[in-house]
């Protein structure tokens, strides 16, 4: 197998999730901005490809004109996606809310799952991944500094999305 960034992330996420890659379905798109998992009818995983528009490498929805402190963040910021999303692949069953939305704002309801879930998908990295989990965390902060930065720029608010 060529060693190309989708290549790579594959296993990574194969590797944390320990699932059947026939298991579950990863794509690597272009045409997308945010990472975004399907869970029924089978799990289903979406992760934006980084992109390069005039010479600035675009990730998330975010610029990064510098354009090797870019190339970083960006590869830091897709492989916390990567571990996040296999995350939820290992310990994420959402048929055991099946019975508990029914009658809900699906909305909330999705917000309430996604907050317990990633609270135990960060748990599972912390204990099974201790040096991803690090990475992740390094990876949250700047995250967070360019978000706000971002957000009092334009007034507007981006968010991780898984
Ligand atoms: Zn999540």
Same mark, same amino acid.
């Given at each position: 197998?060529?060693?190309?960034?989708?290549?790579?992330?594959?296993?990574?996420?194969?590797?944390?999730?320990?699932?059947?890659?026939?298991?579950?379905?990863?794509? !690597?798109?272009?045409?997308?901005? $945010?990472? *975004?998992?399907?869970?029924?009818?089978?799990?289903?995983?979406?992760?934006?490809?980084?992109? =390069?528009?005039?010479?600035?490498?675009?990730?998330?929805?975010?610029? !990064?004109?510098?354009? =090797?402190?870019?190339?970083?963040?960006?590869?830091?910021? !897709? $492989?916390?996606?990567?571990?996040?999303?296999?995350?939820?692949?290992?310990?994420?069953?959402?048929?055991?809310?099946?019975?508990?939305?029914?009658?809900?704002?699906?909305?909330?309801?999705?917000?309430?799952?996604?907050?317990?879930?990633?609270? *135990?998908?960060?748990?599972?990295?912390?204990?099974?991944?201790?040096?991803?989990? #690090?990475?992740?965390?390094?990876?949250? =902060?700047?995250?967070?500094?360019?978000?706000?930065?971002?957000?009092?720029?334009?007034? #507007? =608010?981006?968010?991780?999305?898984?």
């Amino acid at each position: 197998m060529k060693e190309t960034v989708e290549n790579v992330a594959h296993q990574i996420f194969f590797d944390i999730c320990e699932k059947n890659p026939t298991d579950i379905d990863v794509f !690597f798109l272009n045409n997308i901005h $945010f990472p *975004k998992i399907e869970y029924l009818p089978s799990m289903t995983v979406y992760f934006p490809l980084p992109k =390069e528009v005039n010479g600035n490498n675009i990730y998330e929805g975010i610029v !990064f004109s510098d354009y =090797e402190y870019g190339q970083e963040t960006i590869w830091n910021l !897709f $492989f916390a996606s990567i571990c996040h999303a296999a995350g939820h692949a290992k310990i994420t069953d959402f048929n055991k809310y099946e019975k508990w939305i029914k009658g809900k704002n699906e909305k909330k309801a999705y917000k309430i799952i996604e907050f317990i879930e990633d609270i *135990k998908v960060n748990n599972f990295l912390e204990e099974y991944f201790p040096e991803y989990f #690090q990475e992740i965390n390094k990876i949250n =902060e700047t995250f967070k500094i360019i978000n706000e930065r971002k957000r009092r720029k334009r007034n #507007q =608010e981006y968010a991780k999305k898984i």
